[in-house]
């Protein structure tokens, strides 16, 4: 029975290929190609309800899909512009994305309205039995801990994915906001909270390195190349074997999710534009295997960020990780760059003791939500 007030949808399958911050977009391209039932036209929810006086005593909460591109470009300019100054984060290309996207009027969503005027939105896709909460924002917030308008919004798009047929897991990684700044909607949902940090090399602070350990003899230092695609997959399905981080991403649970999350990052803007020069793999080469990797894409002009950092488990406290992060922190600063982030889960303590030691700092504290419903 679907909880009262939600809006219909069913799940889509996303097509091959398409974050949290990536695979939102490569999952939107899905959607284009499938179906989606019309939802609810029109909800009136009680800002007071959770607690938004900010706007007066109620907001409009409405389906996604009546709005055009050109009524949600001022909101998302100034969510462009929180990106830009407070993660030094070019989210342009991002934006005219998700913009196309909506003028299909195919994407499950809500608006927030106050006087006719927008302040707020939130979307999702869906991943077979999988739904990833895309984005959430409204002006003037996710600078604090008090979000009155996108927990509004969070409220009926997870009620209205619980209630959804056939979805029985739920993601969200709301990079902007710091920890705790959504909990109410979500762990009053039953989800699980992974505490992540947004960390930072300015180059400008860096101090002196000590020297690369020594590559073993079978490993050679090599850029990426399309052709790694199947072993990279491989690399990262067999290192996220019973990692924590594959609680919050169950891509990496398998070879072909790990092939989806690898396309998504270098075919998607949701984490920056893939940077193919300052992305690099330690390749067995013996084997052919890849036993070690870096990747990394710029989120700005003068700004890279590593989308992922994984190391074959037999070949762990060889340094490998250490080589491939100075090898692409020196790149990117010789090629103009001043800075490069990173995110990784709070309770990784080994990586980000290695960060710690390279010179990183965290800047933000956020956090990955999960709805697990099948395992309950």
């Given amino acids: 029975m679907r909880h009262r007030g939600s ?24 959607h284009i190609k499938g179906q989606c039932e019309t939802i609810a036209p029109k909800m009136t929810s009680s800002a007071q309800i959770f607690g938004a006086p900010t706007f007066g005593s109620q907001i409009e909460v409405l389906d996604l899909r009546h709005f055009s591109a050109a009524q949600l ?8 512009e929180r990106w830009e100054s407070r993660l030094r984060w070019d989210y342009t290309n991002s934006m005219e994305l998700l913009l196309q996207y909506l003028d299909s009027r195919v994407l499950p969503g809500f608006v927030a309205l106050h006087g006719g005027r927008v302040i707020g939105y939130t979307f999702c896709v869906f991943e077979a039995a999988k739904a990833v909460i895309g984005d959430t924002y409204a002006l003037g917030e996710s600078g604090t801990l008090n979000n009155p308008v996108c927990e509004t919004l969070l409220h009926h798009l997870i009620e209205m994915l619980q209630a959804t047929p056939g979805v029985d897991r739920i993601e969200s990684q709301l990079l902007m906001f710091p920890l705790g700044a959504l909990a109410s909607p979500y762990l009053s949902r039953g989800f699980h909270s992974f505490p992540r940090l947004f960390m930072e090399q300015d180059f400008s602070e860096s101090k002196p390195l000590a020297p690369q350990p020594a590559l073993p003899a079978s490993l050679k230092l090599q850029p990426w190349q399309p052709e790694f695609y199947e072993t990279a997959a491989e690399l990262i399905h067999r290192s996220y074997a019973g990692h924590m981080d594959s609680h919050i991403n169950d891509q990496y649970r398998s070879a072909h999710g790990s092939l989806r999350f690898l396309h998504n990052i270098v075919r998607f803007p949701g984490c920056g534009a893939f940077d193919a020069a300052n992305s690099w793999v330690l390749r067995d080469e013996r084997s052919g295997r ?29 340094g490998l990780g250490r080589i491939l992060m100075q090898q692409c922190a020196s790149e990117l600063e010789r090629s103009g760059g001043t800075s490069l982030s990173l995110t990784v889960t709070e309770e990784n303590l080994n990586a980000r003791r290695l960060y710690d030691e390279l010179g990183f700092r965290t ?3 956020f956090e990955a939500m999960v709805w697990d419903g099948g395992s309950e």
């Fill in 7 to 30: 809006p219909s949808t069913r799940s889509i399958r996303a097509v091959d290929p398409e974050t949290f911050l990536s695979h939102r977009f490569a999952d939107l391209h899905g």
């Fill in 73 to 80: 470009r001022p909101l998302l300019f100034d969510e462009c």
């Fill in 290 to 318: 890849l036993q070690a990797m870096v990747l990394s894409s710029r989120v700005r002009s003068d700004t890279g960020h590593v989308t992922q950092l994984c190391v074959a488990p037999e070949l762990r406290g060889f």
């Fill in 363 to 365: 800047v933000h504290r």
